[in-house]
T-cell receptor, first 113, second 110 residues
Framework: EAGVTQSPTHLIKTRGQQVTLRCSPI?????VYWYQQALGLGLQFLLW???????NRGNFPPRFSGRQFPNYSSELNVNALELEDSALYLC????????????FGPGTRLLVL | GQNIDQPTEMTATEGAIVQINCTYQ??????LFWYQQHAGEAPTFLSY????GLEEKGRFSSFLSRSKGYSYLLLKELQMKDSASYLC???????????FGKGTRLSVIA
């Protein structure tokens, strides 16, 4: 069974640009979570989508946004990139309204110059 | 807030046993997870506890005491490849995401 997939694996952008990251959950999972992990730091919760709706949002500015599609895949959009947005962006998925174990994708490493 | 506390760093010797502790706030508790994360990689699921007691999975075991708000991850017969960060995460009731601790960086030395 395929795990969570994310694209792209690496990305380099300049300050002020916009970026879109993509995530496909494990088949049968309806919940998708996005996390940011800056170098050497812990996981910071960004967004949680379930059944196409935003269930919860972390303490991030509105330039971080996303959506979930009918096939449960998800996008994370970051506008007006800042240097401190450089991080590993992790997507995780789980089943049954977020009540099951979260499994993580390999992540997208974003570097903002 | 729902803080998860775990030690920042630990060092242990190859072949030894190490215990990584995690404490959390008990109100609304609905399950605890342990993940392993190697540097630069994604976290991988290790164990899940929702009832009191010990769950064993090969060299790894996880223990939970709900009344004390306490869990530990026990790693036996340590190998060099066990050098990684170990994340404790708690699920609380309600429409809330998992709350992750900052992780414990374990270094296994020869």
């Amino acid at each position: 069974e395929a795990g969570v997939t994310q694209s792209p694996t690496h990305l380099i952008k300049t300050r002020g640009q916009q970026v879109t990251l993509r995530c496909s959950p494990i088949s049968g999972h309806t919940s998708v979570y996005w996390y940011q992990q800056a170098l050497g730091l812990g996981l910071q919760f960004l967004l949680w989508y379930d059944e196409g709706e935003e269930r919860n949002r972390g303490n991030f500015p509105p330039r971080f946004s996303g959506r979930q599609f009918p096939n449960y895949s998800s996008e994370l959009n970051v506008n007006a990139l800042e240097l401190e947005d450089s991080a590993l962006y992790l997507c995780a998925s789980s089943g049954w309204q977020g009540m099951e174990t979260q499994y993580f994708g390999p992540g997208t490493r974003l570097l903002v110059l | 807030g729902q803080n998860i506390d775990q030690p920042t760093e630990m060092t242990a010797t190859e072949g030894a046993i190490v215990q990584i502790n995690c404490t959390y706030q008990t109100s609304g508790f609905n399950g605890l997870f342990w993940y392993q994360q190697h540097a630069g990689e994604a976290p991988t699921f290790l164990s899940y506890n929702v009832l009191d007691g010990l769950e064993e999975k090969g060299r790894f075991s996880s223990f939970l005491s709900r009344s004390k708000g306490y869990s530990y991850l026990l790693l036996k017969e340590l190998q060099m490849k066990d050098s990684a960060s170990y994340l404790c995460a708690v699920r609380y009731s309600g429409n809330t995401p998992l709350v992750f601790g900052k992780g414990t960086r374990l270094s296994v030395i020869a």
